[in-house]
């Protein structure tokens, strides 16, 4: 004969209990689920001595709300999306995935997920789903364009977001490193060793980075008095080929120094150079605007300009938390920058 015990009602919440729930919270306290999920959320008429009274629950029980039932009680979904071009190969450019690492720890240490998503330059319907279907309290934008789609679409739909990157709207959230005044740098300092004639090879000049990057090349020049070879200056180079021609034709006009807009495209312009005969820095030598550990670990290792790009998704990520949250700080976040000067160069 089996013996049915009944629980003792009057130790509290039953000490075997692995899981609190908030039914356990209101009944310990002889309230409704509804005044503790109040409590928890701080909306909704509530007294005092209540709010006390159930905080105080909680902490003893070491209660935690499930993500929907705080989902619910906060009209928040706890989730961020990070949008990615969906034109890029992560295996080539750890830009992206190193900037996603950074959001992913900023957000899991504020009790946030991380949705990822990818967006065209002329689609963005994959974003627009996730917005619509309110699987996200806000938007981190991983690159802006010339007439960004995103931006206009998430500016439209008042939902928060932050751009890494830069714009010339100030009403945007924007966390870039100062890439203008970066590469002004490089090339100003690559001309005070005496060298005239270097060339840029360049990638698409829709993507405002590279707009940035250009900027600085020719400012490099126009502030130490010299003008820019425009038969050097080879943009929009998006893919290898292009890349290769600028090469060839950059090596006919005698180039001194070639300097890459990017890692990428650095890789590539090493490849042709190597293939053609070329050594460098003995037969000329070649810069970035961009780090990558490739370019740090090549023989010769690459000058190049280096930035934090997990701080810039940290900082990213804790902006937009902070912005769903009610903060107020929409200045834009610049991150400082590094000028590596390696063998490639000397």
Do not use: W
Not at 2 to 31: Q, Y
Not at 278 to 290: E, G, H, L, N
């Amino acid at each position: 004969m089996k013996h049915i015990i009944e629980p003792d009602k009057s130790k509290g919440i039953r000490a075997n209990t692995s899981k609190v729930t908030i039914s356990d919270i209101a009944n310990e306290l002889g309230v409704s689920k509804t005044t503790v999920s109040r409590a928890i959320s701080g909306k909704g008429r509530i007294s005092k001595e209540t709010v006390r009274r159930v905080m105080e629950c909680i902490e003893r029980y070491n209660y935690r709300p499930n993500s929907i039932a705080k989902s619910l009680a906060n009209s928040k979904t706890y989730n961020i999306g990070v949008a990615l071009p969906s034109d890029i190969n992560l295996g080539n450019t750890p830009f992206f995935q190193n900037c996603l690492l950074g959001i992913c720890e900023i957000a899991a240490a504020m009790d946030y997920d991380v949705i990822v998503t990818t967006v065209k330059e002329n689609d963005i319907k994959i974003l627009k789903r996730l917005v619509e279907n309110h699987k996200v309290d806000g938007i981190i934008l991983t690159r802006n364009l010339t007439n960004d789609l995103p931006i206009e679409y998430l500016k439209q739909r008042e939902i928060p977001f932050v751009l890494v990157g830069s714009s010339e709207d100030d009403a945007i959230i924007q966390i870039d490193n100062n890439h203008k005044e970066a590469c002004e740098k490089l090339t100003s300092l690559l001309i005070g060793e005496g060298l005239r004639k270097i060339a840029l090879i360049a990638g698409d000049t829709n993507h405002m980075v590279n707009r940035y990057r250009c900027e600085g090349y020719f400012n490099g020049y126009h502030n130490q008095g010299l003008d820019v070879d425009q038969d050097l200056v080879y943009v929009d180079c998006s893919s290898s080929v292009y890349v290769e021609q600028a090469v060839i034709n950059v090596l006919k006009k005698q180039a001194e120094c070639i300097i890459c807009s990017d890692d990428v495209i650095c890789t590539n312009v090493l490849a042709v150079l190597n293939e053609l005969g070329y050594s460098v820095p003995d037969d000329i030598k070649v810069a970035s605007f961009y780090e990558s550990i490739y370019l740090e670990t090549h023989n010769p290792p690459i000058t190049a300009i280096g930035v934090d790009v997990e701080e810039l998704g940290t900082v990213a990520g804790k902006r937009l938390i902070e912005l769903i949250e009610g903060s107020e700080n929409r200045f834009k976040a610049v991150l400082g920058y590094e000028i590596h000067l390696r063998r490639s160069t000397q």
